[in-house]
Every structure is written in C-alpha cells, then in structure tokens.
C-alpha cells in the first residue's frame, strides 16, 4: 500500500471509532430511497417526509446545527441537521460525536426528514434521522472557494480526471452532463432506426480475419481452438453476411479495437455504429443520413445546432454534396480525372505533400484530399464519387468505372460517416480483394493484408443491391458537446500505466518544493534555505539526485541544482 495522507489517517481512525461505537460503515441493508434532489425541488410541499441518500459534499457547523450539502444523481440539495430535532432524548452522541466528528465530506448517508424553507428561500430537509451508508476513506479532489470568490485546487489536470474518472464526476458535474448526453445520442440513433423497421444485431468481437477495413488488429489466441483471433476491427462484412441471409435492414452499435496510433480524435477502443439497408443506394443513404443526424441533434441538444470550438454547426438538412475531384480541384486546381499514379504522385509533391513509393492511385488522392481540402468543410458536407482504388468494398460507379458510389461526411474537417452503395458482385469483390493484396505487399500499411474466403462464398449465394453506413458515434458526440479531445466523451479512455509515486523522505519533499518555486538554485543557496545539517543535506540531495528527480550540474559559475 502506498503512504497514506495525513487525511486519510485521520479518515481510518474514524472509522475505527464507528465500529467501536456498534455503527457498520458498510452496512449491507437496502436503504428504502423513495426521493432525489430533483424530485424534491420539483415537488416540493413544506413538511411533506423524506427518504433522500447520497454523497455528504459541503457543511457548515454552527454549534449544535448545521447545514449541508448532498448530492445524488440528479444534483444537490440542502440538508440541515439540528442535535435536538436527530436526538430526542438525553443521548446526544449521534449528532455530537457520529455526525460533528465521524463523518466527513464524501460519505455516502441517508436521511429521513421532512421539508421546509429557510429565511432566504432554500429549499431544504430538515433532517429526523440520518444512517451512514459508505464511509469514503480518500478526500474528494474538492475545489475551495476563497473570501474573494477565487476558485483554487480545481480538479481539471487531464490525466488525473481521466484515469480517476469516479472522482471528476462527483467534483465536476457538468462532465457528467457528456455522458448523459451521449446516452442520449445512441438512444435517438436506436429510435430512428427502430422506427424505419431494422433490426439491430450483434456480430463477434473476436474474429478469425480482421476484415472489413483497413488497420492494424489487436491479436489473442484461443486456447480450447489453438488458433490466433483478431478484436473486431470492423464489423461490415458480418453485417452484409446477414443481409444475404434475408434480413433487408441491420445495425450494429459495435465497440471496435485498432492498434494504432492515439491521439484528440482517436483511441484505441471505440465505437461504432453500422447499418446496411437492402434495395437502397448511396443516394437514398445521404438523404437518410442528414434527416437521421438532424434527428439525433435536437434530441441531443434541442435544437439543429451545436457550438464546437468557434464554430456553430447546424445539422439541419438538407447537406452540400461535392465529389472529391471538384473538391481537389477547387482547393487545388488539379484535376485528378483521367490522370495516372505517376502523373498523380508528381501532383502531391508538386503541392508539397510528402509521398513514398509505397503509395497507390488511391492512397495519393486520399492524401491531397486530406492535406488540401478535408478542412476547409465545417458545415456538414457530402464528400461524394471516391476512386476505385480507395474503396475496396464499394460499388463501382454506374456512369464512370474509374469511380466509386461512395460518400464521407465531413464536419469541422473531419470524417463523422462512411457510406457506400455495397458491392455485391463477388467476381468483381474477389479482384478488389487481390488488388488490396498487392498494394500490402507493395508496402501500403492501409491495404487490406487478407481475404475474408467466406466473405466471397457468402456473395456466391447472391445479396441484393444495399447501402451500408458507418458513424464513428466517439467523434459525433465531440462535436454534439464541443468537446475537441475524445478522451472527455469517453468514460475511460486508454492511458499509459500509472507511474507509482517514489516514497521519499519529508526533508527531500520539502527541498523538492524550494526547487519547483525557484526552478533552478546553486548549490549552497539551496542547502541554506533547507535549514538542514550537513549530515542530513548530504543525505536528501543524494535521494534527490538517486531518484532522478533532480540533478546537480557544474558550470563556469559553480554548482547548480535543478528539477528533471
């Protein structure tokens, strides 16, 4: 176990004191909960009784009363506890031994009571009786407000919300307004869909070929079957699967792994949602697309438009539709049509864009469209017609066979949905298929490396015209909640582990601490204002510099010390 605190000492023998005094700070007994925060302030009826539990936040003794603050999952109420009202009788040790001295802010208790208004118009519960529920052995990361109305030790250092997300969420309840959000996103989703008649399913996470896009797997192995599985890095070729056995409309919310690289708009486990949609096109598709995402911005937020960064975006239908070579050749003056790889790859250069041999036709244009144009769309805009070549899955053209019937939706510069009219000719797909394979071999880290076989066996068995559709549903509630990191929509976003804090000694803290304010001292200086002994100095600056938490360097000016 790591050093404890000064608090979480203290927080220990009090709950050494409760079991002394016959009081379970963790009583296995359900608690008869029959209000919230919410529904009393909505409610509210002077004297009407109370059953309320949740987490003790703020109080303020005065003596023999006191009020405070609880929080549940709707929010905060007052609460006030006076010794006469909680203790009757001649005994008062509940209100001034348990409640004044055992109890501290981030115990979970319930109470009994009934309600009134203060002076000033609070809405409050007078607390009959309170039963504590969960003692919280580690202080909350609490911000403190000074006389002045300064907010000081705010929990907002990024890494330490995300990896103690238990912890943001009580401190800092609009984070918590994300997720309720989000919910709502997928809810709206399911509903549009449901409404429409599909069908939701669910294809395997772990599966014997990564298919159905390109990227980098994370790779298991069953041991019952001796054989090596891949997490799902797409579930599209199951889906379609399905729409050849005779489903006409499936979808997937589907959690997604890719070993790839993390950044603000990318982790490494996601999620997904899907649909393939018989009898239909990409045309159909964008239509459906804009009135499902219009759908989902007012149920997310109540209306079409939503802030993110300096922008407002309004996801009200209908959308602009631009084919990429207008695109590129609107932000480029080059026009793509016709031209070959080589023509191409002297294009990109030409631009300053950073090529290799390894790239192909599509990887080309997909990177001048990426450089030149992708963010110059912040309304939300149809990028539509991608070359054959970057899209393996899609139907080929009907007017134009160098083309396919594809389209991206863009917002803020940045892909939210993918959608094809799908091919469905597996003599055509098994030549895709062989292509990807040669561009992989060729070098291209995007290139489908494998063949689903099943995949092609299954279009054997013939599957009607469809369109298919993917959202990255992590992106879209950035942009529903202007939120620019994926990280804050996501629960528990991927970290690196945890460095375990060194124990060192409270001299070297303290010396640590000089060092932090001053950045850099010289040597004497520092060991003057430690107002340690020589045989302890020696001490702490060898544990300073041991676990490299600071160096000493020799300059032309003596000897200086500072923090790594």
Not at 33 to 43: A, F, G, L, P
Not at 48 to 69: C, D, H, P, T, Y
Not at 436 to 451: M, V, W
Request: glycine share 6%; proline share 4%.
């Amino acid at each position: 176990m790591s050093q404890l605190s000064e608090q979480e000492l203290v927080r220990r023998e009090k709950l050494a004191k409760l079991r002394e005094l016959g009081i379970n700070p963790y009583p296995a007994d359900l608690y008869p909960v029959k209000d919230t925060s919410k529904s009393i302030k909505n409610d509210f009826k002077e004297d009407k009784k109370v059953i309320i539990a949740g987490r003790l936040m703020s109080r303020r003794i005065q003596g023999n009363a006191s009020f405070a603050e609880l929080q549940d999952a709707d929010g905060r109420i007052q609460v006030y506890f006076n010794r006469d009202e909680i203790c009757s009788g001649e005994d008062k040790s509940k209100y001034n031994d348990v409640y004044k001295k055992l109890l501290d802010i981030g115990d979970f208790i319930g109470i009994e009571g009934h309600l009134f208004t203060t002076k000033v118009g609070e809405k409050t519960v007078m607390v009959k009786d309170f039963t504590l529920l969960s003692k919280a052995l580690r202080p909350l990361p609490l911000p403190k407000l000074d006389a002045e109305g300064n907010i000081h030790d705010k929990f907002d250092d990024p890494e330490a919300r995300y990896r103690q997300r238990y912890a943001d969420l009580v401190v800092n309840p609009h984070v918590k307004e994300v997720f309720v959000k989000r919910t709502k996103l997928f809810n709206a989703m399911r509903q549009f869909f449901n409404d429409a008649g599909y069908f939701e399913v669910e294809t395997p996470v772990l599966q014997p070929i990564p298919g159905g896009a390109a990227a980098r797997p994370f790779v298991t192995h069953h041991n019952a079957l001796d054989i090596p599985l891949y997490m799902r890095i797409a579930n599209e070729l199951y889906l379609k699967r399905l729409i050849v056995g005779g489903f006409d409309g499936v979808y997937e919310f589907s959690k997604n792994f890719r070993n790839e690289g993390m950044d603000r708009t990318h982790n490494p486990e996601f999620t997904a949602m899907e649909i393939y949609v018989a009898y239909k096109d990409y045309n159909w598709m964008m239509d459906f697309c804009e009135r499902l995402l219009e759908h989902c911005a007012i149920a997310v937020n109540g209306s079409t438009k939503a802030t993110f960064g300096k922008h407002e975006i309004d996801f009200k239908a209908p959308y602009a539709r631009v084919t990429m070579a207008d695109s590129i050749k609107q932000f480029t003056g080059f026009d793509i049509t016709g031209k070959t790889e080589e023509e191409i790859r002297a294009a990109a250069k030409g631009m300053g864009i950073e090529v290799d041999d390894t790239m192909g036709k599509g990887k080309l244009i997909d990177e001048i469209f990426g450089e030149k144009c992708e963010g110059n769309y912040i309304q939300p805009t149809f990028i539509t017609d991608y070359p054959k070549e970057m899209s393996p899955l899609c139907k080929e053209h009907r007017t134009n066979p160098e083309l396919t019937e594809r389209f991206e939706l863009m917002v803020c510069g940045k892909e939210i949905a993918n959608a094809y009219s799908e091919l469905n000719d597996p003599i055509d797909q098994r030549a895709r298929f062989e292509h990807q394979l040669k561009l992989a071999a060729k070098g291209d880290d995007e290139a489908t490396g494998t063949i689903d076989y099943d995949f092609l066996r299954a279009l054997e068995y013939g599957m009607p015209p469809t369109s298919g559709m993917g959202i990255g549903m992590d992106r879209l509630i950035m942009f529903l909640t202007n939120n620019q990191s994926i990280q804050e929509v996501l629960f528990f976003p991927q970290m690196r582990p945890e460095k375990k804090p060194l124990a060192i000694s409270d001299d070297a803290k303290a010396v640590l601490e000089i060092l932090k304010k001053a950045e850099k001292l010289t040597l004497n200086d520092l060991k003057a204002q430690s107002g340690l002994s020589n045989k302890k100095w020696d001490k702490t600056i060898k544990e300073l510099t041991k676990n490299n938490l600071a160096k000493v360097e020799k300059t032309d000016d003596g000897l200086f010390v500072e923090v790594v």
